[in-house]
């Protein structure tokens, strides 16, 4: 079975862009979260969806904004991009939406801005 | 809310001997506990979790994890380190009273690097 997908694999923006990530979870899995991993960090959470419902929020700034699609898939857009937005942004789905179930996470999509 | 500390940037092992990769948390209500590794270039693969029952946990290749609720720790060990066990490990954290909505707490990671 194919795992988590993301794309791009990597992607360069210009500051004050706008950037779209994207996002396939493992099969029958209903949920995705998406992490931003700033290098020499751990991964820090934006977002959860469930159902297409958003289930939780991190820490982020409201240029940081993700949707879910009927299909479970998942995009996450950044507006107004900053240097500081430069990181490897992790997507990860799991079976659920609670939070007992250990999240499978995908290769990432690495960002640079310049 | 909900923290995670590892206190060692790096730790370094034999080939052949025990290894311990530390992690302790901090949360506000009921900890459920993950461990990850992450190879050079990959996304985090699961090793194993804490929910509740048996201190001792065992997960993939050979790893395993003690929760310690008083010492509110979580170390990940294993009996006999490999050389392919080198790679970035990072304790994360969820808080069971928050109902999931924070998402994973991840520590900075914690290189471990196996000697032949």
């Known amino acids: 079975d194919a795992g988590v997908t993301q794309s791009p694999t990597h992607l360069i923006k210009t500051r004050g862009q706008h950037v779209t990530l994207r996002c396939s979870p493992i099969s029958g899995h209903k949920s995705v979260s998406w992490y931003q991993q700033v290098l020499g960090q751990g991964p820090q959470f934006i977002f959860q969806?469930?159902?297409?419902?958003?289930?939780g929020r991190g820490n982020f700034p409201d240029r940081f904004s993700a949707r879910q699609f009927p299909n479970y898939s998942s995009e996450l857009n950044v507006n107004a991009l900053l240097l500081g937005d430069s990181a490897l942004y992790l997507c990860?789905?799991?079976?659920?939406?609670?939070?007992?179930?250990?999240?499978?996470f995908g290769p990432g999509t690495r960002l640079t801005v310049t | 809310a909900q923290s995670v500390a590892q206190p060692e940037d790096q730790v370094n092992v034999a080939e052949g001997n025990p290894l311990t990769v530390k992690c302790t948390y901090s949360?506000?209500?009921?900890?459920?506990l993950f461990w990850y590794v992450q190879y050079p270039n990959r996304g985090l693969q699961f090793l194993l979790k804490y929910i509740t029952g048996d201190n001792l946990v065992k997960g993939s290749y050979g790893f395993e994890a003690e929760f310690n609720k008083s010492q509110t720790s979580f170390h990940l060990k294993k009996p006999s380190a490999l050389v392919s066990d080198s790679a970035l490990y990072f304790c994360?954290?969820?808080?069971?009273?928050?109902?999931?909505?924070?998402?994973?707490?991840f520590g900075k990671g914690t290189h471990l690097i196996i000697q032949p």
């Open positions: 990860a789905s799991s079976l659920g939406g609670g939070p007992t179930g250990e999240q499978y």
């Open positions: 969806y469930y159902e297409k419902e958003e289930r």
């Open positions: 994360a954290v969820r808080d069971g009273g928050g109902g999931g909505a924070d998402g994973l707490t």
């Open positions: 949360v506000s209500g009921n900890p459920y």
